[in-house]
Nanobody, 127 residues
Framework: VQLQASGGGSVQPGGSLGLSCAASGVALEDYAIGWFRQAPEKGRELVAAIGSDDNTHHADSAKGRFTISRDFTRRVVYLSMNSLKPEDTAVYYC??????????????????????WGQGTQVTVSS
């Protein structure tokens, strides 16, 4: 399994960025893909996840601003980020984990449930 994250960069507050996670060796139909982030001296936290059932899960900080989606044909999961704030500055990672219908929403927020990780991409929001 390989996950390749891309699309990070620098943007001013209020701006937008789009991240992409290209997946290989994993069937997106069977796996949840999560976008996590880690700021300096902070733990890794979920930003948004999309389950194999197409349900999405967002951190409260991301609701209304970030959108996760996926393209099965291109095997890519996207994270569209709008109205960015300085506190969104972090290294962003995509991760894959096998999920099942019986899993509740809280499962998607646990980094340890995702065994496959891509390299991070830096997002910096600053004026």
């Amino acid at each position: 399994v390989q996950l390749q994250a891309s699309g990070g960069g620098s943007v001013q507050p209020g701006g937008s960025l789009g991240l992409s996670c290209a997946a290989s060796g994993v069937a997106l139909e069977d796996y949840a893909i999560g976008w996590f982030r880690q700021a300096p001296e902070k733990g890794r936290e979920l930003v948004a996840a999309i389950g194999s059932d197409d349900n999405t899960h967002h951190a409260d900080s991301a609701k209304g601003r970030f959108t996760i989606s996926r393209d099965f044909t291109r095997r890519v999961v996207y994270l569209s980020m709008n109205s960015l704030k300085p506190e969104d500055t972090a290294v962003y990672y995509c991760a894959a984990g096998r999920d099942y219908p019986r899993y509740g929403p809280s499962w998607y927020f646990q980094p340890d449930e995702y065994p496959y990780w891509g390299q991070g991409t830096q997002v910096t929001v600053s004026s």
